[in-house]
């Protein structure tokens, strides 16, 4: 027999793998794409002379005030950075105990026809529209709330925060349940041989061995809710006040973009202040996923020793 | 040999597997301070009833048992036996080593932590420290007891398993083919270890290994097909089995 390889012998596998890297390649040149074109939309506020006269880079973080429409325009970024941090947090304050909680229920502890409900129903939670989440957020839940606590102001952070979190809660629990679910069964065999309860088998063992994607997947939430814009858009009562207060009104880098980008004057100041908050929120998301990627590394290195 | 207490009756036993007979009627006595090896061909039902012991097959779904498993004069199956209590009592060592991914002091500390007031907490380093040397393994890992105990070898991991299994001070400690995932050298330390422990524990070992058996255990159950054939001290079983099937499954004759 030759050892000689045969013409062709592995065209189509060669043809196959081109194909893929071609395809996954795609989705990279894409986000470049994208990036390059925030990019181009936002830099004349640093290079164009014409632009600068309207707005430039010193105005985004001096003042407290967003009203790029007045006579006197302010382009403050401060109250909408402000306002996605708040809505973000309390939305994360209300969706990763409950996200978390749920995973860890439906992995440790439900049956199996009780399981086989719960995932697939909280994932089609993911499949309601946002627009859906803040039209319920607007028209019930505010009123509801509202009336249950006396507030003052109908449309606010808090609000927002938790429509938001009905809309991560999902995303978390998916990728949460997936990690926890992951943990070998060696590690429970191994807890509840040496007298631990169930409870502190999921706890103690499994939950903490399931930290580093539990985390990956918390901060994956935090990334979906800074983009988030239906809900909070709707929910959140849209007013770029500078306060802490969760019980006031606010809005995001997000809505701000949808609502006023439809209606903005092109190649104006305030066309691409807008783009330079799209950049924002860009290398908002860029660093959260930097940072899931840091710490899920660090974790697994804590607790799973070094990799060899 | 002289014979002491036994500590483990086992009487009438069998286990089932949704309709299918795993275990049918198994009865012998494993005495205290002894190793007691079960051996038989792979599927016979020999890590079944070692799981038994410590209850750890309800984490299936679909296993009823019938008979009894007494333990000190107790069914361990009985109406009101705290499940967690008897596990505390009963430690078990499993086929791959199973460290949790923690430190090897958080592994070794973790029974004791989870007692439910247990023995002081305050002298977890001693509880620690006394577990990992009568574990054997102490000088290796004494100096980086902090470090996560994944990183340790696979023989290394095995006996800090063990380390962690004694902490609870049990009576008695279920190893099931501690060393099947090990080397030779690996092996012959748990071999040795297994010989020590017996002075302190009661300890019923799962081996597919012959000479394992017979260089560790006094006495020897041989199973297949879910039924005990024999039982009996090692040293007559293995040179003068009383059974035809024993005598060609040690032989070599089928596996």
């Known amino acids: 027999m030759s050892l000689q390889r045969k013409k062709f012998r592995y065209l189509g596998e060669s043809l196959i793998e081109g194909n893929i890297k071609a395809t996954a390649s795609l989705a990279i040149v894409v986000i470049f794409l994208i990036l390059f074109f925030i990019l181009r939309e936002s830099l004349p506020i640093f290079f164009n002379p014409e632009v600068q006269q309207e707005i430039t880079f010193r105005h985004f973080f001096s003042g407290i005030q967003w009203q790029p429409v007045s006579d006197n325009p302010r382009f403050s970024l401060w109250p909408i950075i402000l306002g996605s941090l708040k809505v973000t947090l309390i939305a994360l304050l209300f969706a990763v105990p409950v996200a978390v909680a749920a995973a860890l229920y439906s992995s440790e502890f439900a049956g199996g026809r009780l399981k086989e409900l719960i995932k697939p129903g909280v994932e089609l939670l993911a499949g309601i529209p946002s627009v859906v989440l803040g039209f319920f957020a607007l028209v019930v839940m505010a009123s509801f709330l509202k009336d249950l606590f006396g507030w003052q102001i109908r449309l606010n952070a808090i609000n927002a925060g938790l429509a938001l979190g009905f809309a991560v809660i999902p995303a978390i629990y998916s990728l949460a349940e997936d990690a926890i679910n992951a943990v070998p069964k060696s590690f429970r065999e191994a807890a509840l041989g040496l007298g631990a309860t169930p409870w502190q088998s999921a706890t103690k063992v499994v939950l903490p061995a399931a930290l580093p994607g539990v985390s990956a997947a918390v901060l994956f939430g935090m990334g979906r809710a800074v983009g988030e814009t239906m809900v909070v858009l709707m929910a959140a009562g849209n007013a770029p006040l500078f306060s802490f207060n969760p019980l006031e009104s606010t809005r995001t880098m997000t809505a701000t973009i949808a609502a006023e980008l439809g209606e903005v004057v092109f190649g104006s100041g305030h066309y691409h202040a807008l783009f330079f908050i799209g950049l924002v929120l860009f290398a908002v998301t860029f660093a959260i996923n930097l940072a899931s990627h840091a710490l899920f590394e660090g974790l697994m290195t804590r607790l799973y020793g070094a990799r060899k | ?255």
């Open chain 2, 1 to 255: 040999m002289e014979t002491k207490h036994n500590r483990l009756e086992i009487r009438d036993f069998s286990l089932y597997y949704h309709r299918t007979k795993a275990l049918e009627d198994i009865s012998m006595s494993i005495p205290e301070q002894k190793v007691t090896a079960i051996i038989g061909p792979s599927g016979c039902g020999k890590s079944t009833l070692l799981r038994s012991i410590n209850r750890m097959n309800e984490l299936i779904d679909g296993v009823a048992v019938e008979g009894e498993i007494r333990l000190d004069g107790e069914d361990i199956y009985g109406r009101n036996i705290d499940v967690v209590e008897l596990r505390r009592k009963v430690g078990m060592v499993f086929q791959r080593p199973n460290p949790f991914p923690k430190s090897i002091f958080e592994n070794v500390a973790f029974g004791v932590r989870m007692g439910e007031n247990g023995r002081a907490k305050d002298n977890l380093d001693q509880v620690v420290e006394s577990s990992l040397k009568e574990a054997a393994i102490w000088d290796e890992v004494k100096d980086r007891l902090h470090r996560s105990a994944m990183e340790l070898s696979g023989g290394q991991q095995q006996r800090v398993c063990i380390a962690r299994a004694l902490a609870v001070e049990p009576e008695v400690i279920l190893m099931d083919e501690p060393a099947s995932a090990l080397d030779p050298i690996a092996t012959a330390k748990i071999e040795e270890l297994i010989f020590r422990l017996k002075e302190k524990y009661t300890i019923v070992i799962v081996t597919h290994n012959m000479q394992q058996a017979a260089r560790v255990s006094d006495f020897t159950a041989f199973l297949m097909l879910g039924k005990l054939v024999e039982f009996g001290a090692t040293d007559r079983m293995l040179t003068n089995p009383g059974n035809k099937l024993t005598e060609e499954y040690i032989t070599g004759r089928f596996g």
